[in-house]
Every structure is written in C-alpha cells, then in structure tokens.
C-alpha cells in the first residue's frame, strides 16, 4: 500500500523583548549568571500579579500581518496547568480559545512547486524556566533549576496539517525564521532555543481524507535535525502500519546521535491541560487604529523583496530568492550594487541591472561558501561590500581572472586587505598580452605531445587540458580567453 505523510508544525519562537512577559525582569537570560533574573512574579512566590507586556503583543500582531493572518478583536489569556518542575506556577500563561491571531497561510516554493501552507493560529505564552540535570561526584543525580528564562515571551505558530514532506516542513521553518528575522521580534536561533519546532507526524493511505493517529516529535533543534526526524518518523510508522501494528498517539524524542526517534510520553489532550481563563489579567481588546499602526511598522518581507530584486535588478528568480530571504545578505547585495555604481560613475537602472549579475554570482558562490566555512554572518564579514565591489570590479575590467580572483577574494575576506593591494602584493596581474603569452604557448604544446595528438584527432577536450597547462605555467595569471584562442592558433595551423 503506498502512504502519504501528513505533517503539522508548532513553531515556538522568543520575543526580542527587553523585558519578561508578565514582569519587569531583563528578557536577556542567555549569558546571565544562573538565577540573576528573576523577582516574586517570575518566581511565582505568592500574592504577586502579572502585568502583561504590550511591546510583545504588538510584535505578535506584526507576526500575524506578515502571515495573513486575521487579528482578533478581542483576546484574553488562560492558564495551561501542568505539572513540570521547570513550571514555576505550576501552570504557564498563555492562549488557547481566544488567540491573538488566527487563519492565515505562508506560501513556500519546494523543487519548483508551489505550496500553501495554512496558519491555524499564532499566539503568546510565556516561556518555562530550565532544567540542568547533573550526576555529582558521588554519583548522586539532581536537576538543577535556573529561572532566568522563567516569563520570557514566547511566541507560538501553529500550522494545519498541510505539509506532505520532509522537505517542504523544511521550507516552511526557514521561510518562517527569515520572515521573523525580518520583522525583528526573534532571533530565530535554534541552538540556543529561540526558535523551537515540534512536529505532529502522521501517515494514511494516498487518496485516505481521514487523519492517522498523530505523533508529536520533539528536540530538534536545527533544519537538518527536523529533516532528518521527519524522514525516519514517517518510515518508523509505514513499516509499524506494514507489519500489522498500531500507531500510538504519543510524544517522541529525536536522538541526534542515533538517528531515532523514542517514546517519551502519551500525548496530551487539550482536555488534559484543564484549560481556564487567567483570573488576573483583563481580556485585551484589540483597535483596528491600533493594527493599522502596527501595519505600518512592517518591513519589507522576503516575498515582496524577491519580486523587487527581479524586477529592479534584472535578476534570475533563484537569485533573487536566495539574496532576498536574509535581510543582512540583501542589504549587503543592495549596498555593494550602490558601490559599485557610484564606482563607475553610473546610477541608471540599466547601469544597476549590468552590474547586479556579477555581484549576485559571487556573493552565491564564492562569498556563501567563506561565509559557511567561517560560520560567520554576513554582518560580521571583514569583507565589506565595497571591498567585494573592489574585486568584482577588477574581474570586470580584465585586470584579474577568475582563478586570481578567488585567490584574492579568500585573503580578503579573511584579512579585510584591499583586494587591489593584495593583487600588486601578490603580483597577480592578469596576462593579456599576446606576445608575452606565445613562448608559453610554444613550451606548453612542445610539452604535450599526447594532448596535441588528441587535438589533432578531434578531441576537443585535449584544448581545455593545454589551456590548463598554461594556467600553471603562469601561477593563473594568463587570461584564459587569450591563452585558448593562441593555442588553438598554433594547433590548427599545425592540423593544416
């Protein structure tokens, strides 16, 4: 029997907040010393009352306009009772029948299809505080509890069971992140927890309309993490289907190391957590002149981006997509087409459209790579723009080729040296000149006697080694262009 998987995604994501959710105590928890942060609201000691944090609600508001979704008039908070020992209250603040935000939809684009992806639901909570599990040295185990991260707001997406792969529950959380990104109000880091993923996976046979029983697969922290979790839940289930079993609505663990998902629990019922509205805090009533202020606080996102970068740059849709999903990569691209412009003397659409390609071509290329080997942000880079502008500029004009130019492009970004510095430094100057290059030719094919055969006999291919050969005998300074079209010169007068 052939099966599809069904896969719905609750994304939970901090808030860039200054403060806690419901108390004054600084949001900044990462670095603080253990237990630092905290006061008699966050600790949960008694009498205390929360006062809810208005820069974090509109920043869920400003998350549900750029998913399309419909803001609610009116929302309150409940509490969510469970009993963990990272819940300081013993239940945790936050929305279940009334939430912020609600009916919206993402579009992501997997191998070339297009997808909609519904948004059920976009809502605020509060975070929990951490848990570190220790075995001392008399082997005595104990979990140690710091509250720092205890009220940090905590934003969650939830989405309906729309996607259908892997892969597209891939697209989905990297176009997510960068939208928030975009926003502001998350750093999206998933190793540091600021942006979590629990899946709910299920299966049923192609053309079922009826849900499989769900599983919900938790402690993913990174895309490849989610990936990988989804593939082997997805397959753990069509082989327990195959050999008779049944599927159990629980919740799984993903072991990195291993590979697996394991059980950890029966999953929850939304009747499980005995859901009520928060006594001490008021409904909030949500003006429409409010959510027109916060619509107008919107940047520009990655889909309106992309459609700029074709249309003003004169780019390819996958570069545009590419350039336009991380907003310090497209500053950077805008900022370094503006150098160059302003280099060139030129400041017309056709000028911008000319000299965009190029820019878009190393920083995909060359540029990603450094960035991803150094596993730096862009921001960070030594490599300014107008540096990389530097470089693109001496490729354009001949002064370099391409093979110098990766050289240098790697110095540079490792050193931030002027890229025209390191040419003169490095003697890397392009050989253009015909005569200079004709004793080359001459040495390289009296060298290479089986690739002249080659040539001779029709092998094409013979050509693209002997240019090669001239490369090296130059340390890559010879201009590939002039270097071929000497040797083929000299081949065929031979071949006559």
């Not at 008694?46 to 944090?53: D, S, T």
């Not at 996958?318 to 350039?323: R, V």
């Not at 530097?390 to 492009?409: F, M, P, R, S, Y």
Request: hydrophobic content about 40%; overall charge neutral.
């Amino acid at each position: 029997m052939d099966y599809e998987v069904v896969i719905g995604l609750e994304v939970h994501a901090q808030l860039l907040t200054r403060s806690k959710m419901f108390c004054g105590c600084s949001a900044a928890y990462q670095t603080a010393l253990p237990n630092s942060h905290v006061c008699p609201v966050c600790l949960a000691l008694p009498g205390v009352l929360p006062v809810a944090n208005r820069q974090a609600v509109e920043y869920t508001i400003m998350t549900g306009l750029a998913l399309n979704c419909t803001i609610s008039e009116v929302s309150k908070f409940d509490r969510k009772n469970y009993p963990y020992p990272d819940l300081m209250k013993g239940y945790q603040i936050s929305q279940y029948d009334m939430p912020l935000c609600k009916s919206g939809h993402l579009e992501v684009d997997v191998d070339g299809a297009h997808k909609r992806v519904r948004i059920n639901r976009v809502h605020l909570e509060e975070d929990t505080a951490k848990l570190f599990h220790r075995v001392g040295d008399d082997g005595v185990r104990c979990s140690l509890v710091d509250v720092n991260r205890s009220g940090v707001p905590l934003m969650e997406i939830v989405s309906e069971p729309d996607m259908r792969s892997a892969e597209e529950a891939r697209q989905y959380l990297m176009k997510l992140r960068n939208i928030l990104q975009n926003l502001g109000v998350s750093t999206g880091n998933m190793e540091e927890g600021s942006f979590r993923c629990d899946a709910n996976v299920s299966i049923r046979p192609v053309g079922e309309q009826k849900l499989g029983s769900k599983v919900e697969v938790k402690n993913m922290n990174s895309f490849r993490a989610v990936y990988r979790a989804l593939q082997f839940e997805a397959e753990r289930q069509r082989k327990a289907l195959e050999s008779g079993a049944r599927i159990v609505q629980e919740t799984r663990g993903w072991v990195e190391e291993r590979g697996v998902t394991v059980s950890q629990r029966s999953k929850e019922q939304a009747h499980d957590y005995r859901y009520f509205p928060e006594p001490d805090l008021t409904p909030m009533a949500v003006s429409r002149e409010w959510v027109d202020g916060v619509r107008a606080k919107l940047p520009e996102l990655p889909d309106a981006r992309r459609d700029r970068f074709v249309a003003e740059y004169g780019l390819p849709v996958y570069d545009a997509t590419q350039l336009s999903g991380d907003k310090s990569m497209a500053g950077y691209f805008e900022a370094a087409v503006a150098e160059w412009s302003k280099l060139r003397g030129k400041a017309s659409a056709d000028a911008r459209v000319t000299f965009a390609k190029p820019i878009a071509n190393w920083m995909l290329g060359e540029f990603t790579r450094l960035l991803n080997a150094a596993d730096v942000e862009v921001g960070q880079a030594r490599l300014t723009p107008s540096l990389l502008v530097e470089l693109v500029d001496l490729v354009d004009k001949g002064t370099v080729n391409q093979t110098a130019a990766k050289t240098i492009l790697e110095e540079a970004f490792q050193t931030g040296k002027s890229p025209s510095a390191l040419v003169r430094e490095k003697g890397l100057t392009q050989i253009g000149d015909t005569n200079e290059l004709a004793s080359i030719c001459v040495q390289v094919i009296a060298a290479s006697p089986q690739a002249v055969a080659d040539y001779a006999a029709g092998k094409e291919q013979a050509l693209k080694f002997l240019v090669g050969q001239m490369m090296k005998a130059t340390k890559g300074r010879a201009n590939p262009t002039v270097a071929a079209a000497l040797l083929k010169e000299k081949l065929d007068a031979r071949k006559a």
